[in-house]
């Protein structure tokens, strides 16, 4: 094990082989390195998770079941993304764009402004996605 910077610690855990490739491909295109881009996206995920779960409000974090075909519309917008705007995997703490959202919903549902709103709506009561600023999404 390497000498650990000060105030660092080591972590192993066992991951889904596809998650940690989704992962690196996305660290890999988001910073063009390796160094520490995984280590800082790692610490962020888990920091937004921590956030998300330790508020009064742990019990409306947790994910209820969205209806099927609000599921089969997320799915939609989900492939969208990844195609159009090159988001690599949807693991909890994904952040989204929100114009890249409305994009993707517009394409997969119509752009009228109503359908838009409906949808981030629908996503939002499933606890598919929350707002954690004006303009970006987070996947939960």
């Known amino acids: 094990m390497p000498k650990l910077p000060k105030g660092k610690a080591y972590l192993c855990v066992l991951i889904d082989e596809k998650v940690v490739r989704d992962l690196r491909k996305l660290v890999k295109m988001k910073y063009n390195t390796m160094h520490g881009g995984l280590s800082w996206e790692v610490e962020q995920a888990l920091r937004n998770w921590l956030a998300a779960h330790t508020q009064s409000t742990h019990v409306s974090a947790m994910r209820v079941n969205p ?49 838009i709103k409906k949808w981030i709506k629908k996503f939002q009561e499933g606890k598919l996605i929350k707002q954690i600023s004006f303009k970006v999404y987070e996947v939960i």
């Open 67 to 115: 209806q099927p075909k609000t599921l089969l519309v997320w799915e939609q917008v989900k492939a969208y993304l990844r195609r159009r705007f090159g988001y690599a995997g949807f693991m909890t703490g994904v952040q989204i764009v929100s114009d890249h959202l409305i994009q993707a919903i517009a394409a997969v549902r119509g752009d009228d402004e109503r359908t």
